[in-house]
């Protein structure tokens, strides 16, 4: 699944919310189908969410989730998948080993503890907080739910796949 490397700008996109409603969607010039995707995972969250703010204090799980979805799509078009050079995008390289984890479903992989997916996931936040993509204000992790759980949108959208 991993392709060539690419330096490409990667937050080209955007979505909008007010009280109760998603407002709209902004692409990049350069936007695919899979950023889509990737937008429509936060519009379908923010509707699946308690509150603005329960979306607002868990940014950095849906974030989690929505590039991971993404990289899913991504697979199953046979798209071509790069990672930025820089090391400071390795995030994006320790979400696409949550392969070794979960699968496409959002299903803990059979041989995987949740314990291992926890960690995993912990070390993913550690190298996004690195990143220049990240901002505290923008994304907060709500620790308070389990790994797993922020795989939950997956799980439904895909439930009539298997
Ligand atoms: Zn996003």
Known sequence: MFGPIDNAAYDEHEIKFSTG??????????????NLLHELMHAYRFYTEENSNAYNSSNLNGEIEAQYTQLVYKNAIKANITFPVDPQYAYRIEIAYLYMFIDEYGKLNNDVSEIELENHVTNIIKEYKSSPTYSKEKYKYDSNRTALSNFKNLRTITKNCQ
Not at 21 to 32: A, H, P, S
Request: hydrophobic share 30%; proline share 0%; glycine share 14%.
């Open 21 to 34: 409603k998603v407002l709209g969607i902004t692409l990049g010039e350069n936007y695919e189908s899979n």
